[in-house]
């Protein structure tokens, strides 16, 4: 069974700041966050991913609550080729991860 | 850089006959090896981890096995699909321990009729 909790869509206008919540709130103190997203019939790629800091990169921000319960993604840019549909997983060491329905972003001009 | 490869990219096999699904990591040595299955429109399924040749670990039970007979080859097999086997399969590596991230073959879609 899935351990994250995702919205199962979200829609954003094109140019706006995407904003895609999880909640993990059964994450274990050495567990990772991470981010992955599918593209229609194409395997998962990789998006971020962290332990307790925020992080970026040149895809997304990752911002964890200090309790690390809940993390939300954010996309600062969304474009069209941003439709996605997005998975939050926990796990150790980047090993194993469980993925759940995740969310359909969807992005409209 | 590393490079991960997955064959057949679809398949279409009747009931009862077996299948063979292969993956081999190109540009890195001892990867963690991982098979996902993805039913439509649901969520990824771990169904086999790798850690090492012949360390097999599964994660459900279920009409498929894994083995790896090469430290960067890993083959997803079944003697006799069933219907509920259609899916969207996918390979996946990692490489040690701490934070490191796993990727994504391109999968192989398989229908079972």
């Known amino acids: 069974d899935a351990k994250t909790t995702q919205p199962p869509s979200m829609d954003c206008a094109e140019g706006r700041a995407a904003n895609l919540p999880c909640n993990h709130s059964t994450i274990s103190g050495n567990e990772y966050v991470y981010w992955y997203r599918q593209i229609h019939s194409q395997g998962p790629q990789y998006i971020i991913h962290?332990?307790?800091n925020n992080e970026t990169n040149e895809m997304a921000s990752l911002i964890i609550t200090e309790d690390r319960k809940s993390s939300t993604l954010i996309l600062p840019h969304a474009t069209l080729r941003d439709t996605a549909v997005y998975y939050c997983?926990?796990?150790?060491?980047?090993?194993?991860?469980?993925f759940g329905a995740g969310t359909i972003l969807r992005v409209k001009s | 850089s590393q490079t991960i490869h997955q064959w057949p990219a679809t398949l279409v096999q009747p009931v009862g006959s077996p299948l063979s699904l292969e993956c081999t990591v190109e540009g890195t040595s001892n990867p963690n090896l991982y098979w996902y299955r993805q039913a439509a429109g649901r969520g990824l399924q771990l169904l086999f981890y790798s850690v090492g040749i012949g360390q097999i670990s599964s994660e459900v039970p279920q009409n498929l096995s894994a083995s790896r007979p090469q430290d960067r080859q890993f083959i997803l097999s079944s003697k006799k699909l069933l219907l509920s086997d259609s899916g969207f399969y996918l390979c996946?590596?990692?490489?040690?321990?701490?934070?490191?991230?796993?990727?994504f073959g391109e999968g192989s879609w398989l229908t079972v009729v």
């Open positions: 997983s926990t796990g150790y060491y980047g090993n194993k991860l469980v």
């Open positions: 962290g332990l307790k």
């Open positions: 996946a590596w990692s490489v040690g321990r701490t934070g490191n991230t796993i990727y």
